[in-house]
């Protein structure tokens, strides 16, 4: 009987695919599951009002996937030009878009109005709201679109009353002084929801 001779196992180029195979699953594997490309956004560590001049320590840097990071702001858009300003609300965790921010100043104004009533809890920072002037036999809106940008219960010791600080546009601003020139007290009324 005839012996066949059969050489060393490693020289089998089964053994040499099948090594092959092993190798690109594995680089393959890597590959899926490593994830899509993340690019270094901004997110708003606070809420953020419209004006407010943007800095690094009012955001985070947070990483996004690369398809989708064109519509946010990145470092280099706050190192690339001077001062950027935010022209809509940002709340806090939200990621900053890029048509949230501009480069010129807000047209509004900030001003500390003292309040007739307390304000609803559902009203706080970044909100839209209006402004109403009222007295003890009339009501009449005085300012629409108002931002409220700080709110005071006035619960101190000295029995203070409310007050806010709110931004007006600026063809309102008159008739604000006007009612804070006065006996009439102003009350803020929820607008636009978030």
């Known amino acids: 009987m005839a012996r066949h001779r059969i050489g060393p196992r490693w020289r089998d180029p089964r053994l040499a695919i099948g090594v ?3 190798c690109v699953s594995a680089i393959a594997s890597g590959a899926l599951l490593a994830g899509p490309e993340q690019v270094q956004v901004y997110r708003a560590a606070s809420t953020l009002l419209p004006g407010a001049a943007l800095n690094e320590s009012d955001l985070v840097l947070v990483g996004v996937p690369r398809g989708i990071s064109s519509q946010y702001l990145q470092p280099s858009d706050l190192r690339r ?14 990621l900053v878009a890029r048509t949230a921010v501009q480069g010129e100043t807000d047209d509004g104004c900030d001003v500390v109005v003292p309040l007739a009533t307390r304000v609803p809890s559902s009203v706080e920072r970044g909100d839209v709201v209006e402004l109403w002037r009222v007295n003890a036999t009339s009501a009449e809106l005085v300012a629409s679109q108002v931002m409220v940008v700080r709110l005071d219960t006035g619960q101190g010791s000295l029995g203070e009353p409310a007050t806010a600080e709110v931004r007006i546009q600026r063809a309102s ?5 006007l009612v804070l020139g006065g006996d009439d007290g102003f009350v803020l009324v929820p607008g636009e929801q978030k």
């Open 81 to 94: 030009s001077g001062d950027k300003k935010l022209r809509s609300v940002v709340y806090e965790g939200e």
């Open 20 to 22: 092959l195979l092993v």
């Open 173 to 177: 601003v008159g008739d604000v002084l």
